[in-house]
């Protein structure tokens, strides 16, 4: 069901907008336009509402699509993301899966590489595991641009017809994703923690959390192409390098003009404040809502220095205003695969469980004993971390 403008009726007088109890009818060249926000209350579509009847009700709206041959669609790409000549994690990670997937459907990995004089990458993306290295090098994708790094690849695209579409979740991912599948005109399945191949017919069988994290939802495309995905850093595997190994180079041409870019980068400016880098730490030492107050960090800081690790947090600490979001581990924060994590006043609820669970060593410090987070842990001590955590700190010394 759908709310349509008549556009022989409207006569764009704007009384409509001023009518609209949700605020979601705007106007364009006199012409009304409903918006998202409309939640089909039909009052528009009522006589007194607009006096020439330009609203009606319709049952759907068929999109113009065009049948394609899915069979002609091969390899697995991976968005190989890189920021300032320094390839993201995410993307090594997503080459050893892509090498997986592609093994099972039996065809190449290949890598899509956007940005200007970063040829050193290339190298770097075969001995990850590239069979195919797609290079786009241009001033004008030196830096992530929404329009001109979604045109360049759409081409890419349209000429040599990938099965498969991966890149992280990542805050470009997340951007680049669903303009690059809205061009495409497939679907998009966003922040997977797990990718399969269907045995039966070779599909992608992409899962990601729904509902909070209290269900698993596994999604297929079975009838567009590329098959698309977006995949939390830090949950697959980061590939083996093999140093010197070699493979093919295609350059993609780039052909942009002024009008295909709306935006323009005038400067980058980073943030001063303390950063974080959890996908990458070896180890994590968490605080939650049990630390009771932002003083408690200071604790976790001390036993994270002394263990060469960085700082994590629940997002109950992050909502409470004791830490920044850039530490927060979790659904809705980082997912994490560190070898030692250690969960300090933490409950464990299953939001969070599902960024660290995959932890080579979990180590959990609560007072509860039967707090959901000793489930996961390899080790578990029932106590008061303010007593705990300084004892480990003595006997570290």
Not at 318 to 343: E, R
Not at 388 to 394: D, E, G
Request: net charge negative; charged share 20%.
């Amino acid at each position: 069901m759908a709310i349509n403008v008549i556009k022989d009726k409207c006569k764009g007088c704007e009384l409509c907008i001023k009518k609209c109890p949700q605020d979601a009818i705007s106007m364009k060249d006199k012409l009304a336009i409903i918006g998202p926000a409309c939640n089909l209350c039909n009052q528009c579509i009522e006589p007194e509402f607009c006096p020439f009847g330009a609203f009606e009700k319709i049952e759907s709206i068929v999109l113009n699509r065009v049948e394609i041959d899915i069979t002609q669609y091969h390899d697995v790409w991976v968005f190989a993301e890189q920021r300032e000549g320094k390839l993201m994690s995410v993307s090594v990670e997503l080459m050893g899966e892509g090498k997986r997937l592609a093994a099972e459907i039996g065809c190449k990995v290949c890598a899509v590489l956007c940005g200007e004089n970063v040829d050193d990458l290339i190298n770097e993306l075969f001995e990850y595991g590239a069979d195919i290295v797609y290079y786009a090098n241009a001033p004008e994708l030196k830096t992530y641009n929404t329009d001109a790094y979604t045109n360049v690849i759409y081409q890419a695209v349209l000429k040599f017809k990938p099965e498969i579409v991966l890149m992280g979740a990542t805050h470009i991912g997340r951007d680049l994703g669903p303009c690059l599948a809205v061009k495409c005109e497939t679907g998009l399945t966003a922040d997977c923690t797990k990718l399969d191949i269907d045995p039966e017919d070779n599909k992608l069988m992409q899962t990601r959390p729904a509902f909070g994290g209290n269900l698993m939802a596994t999604i297929v495309c079975p009838n567009h192409r590329p098959q698309m995905s977006t995949v939390r850093p830090g949950v697959m595997a980061k590939p083996e390098r093999v140093v010197g190994k070699t493979g093919q180079r295609i350059d993609l041409e780039v052909s942009l003009n002024k009008e295909d870019i709306r935006m323009e980068v005038i400067e980058i400016v980073k943030a001063m404040k303390e950063m974080v880098s959890l996908t990458d730490a070896n180890v994590i030492v968490s605080g939650g809502a049990g630390l009771g107050s932002a003083d408690g960090f200071g604790l976790i800081k001390q036993l994270a220095d002394r263990l060469g690790g960085v700082v994590g947090s629940s997002r109950a600490a992050v909502d409470s205003g004791w830490i920044d979001h850039s530490h927060q581990v979790g659904q809705t924060g980082t997912t994490v695969k560190p070898t030692l994590y250690i969960a300090c006043g933490i409950s464990g609820a299953i939001q969070h469980l599902a960024g660290m669970q995959t932890s080579d060593y979990i180590v959990a410090i609560n007072k509860a004993e039967n707090a959901p987070i000793f489930e996961v842990a390899d080790y578990g001590i029932v106590g008061d971390l303010y007593e705990v955590i300084p004892a480990i700190l003595n006997a570290l010394d």
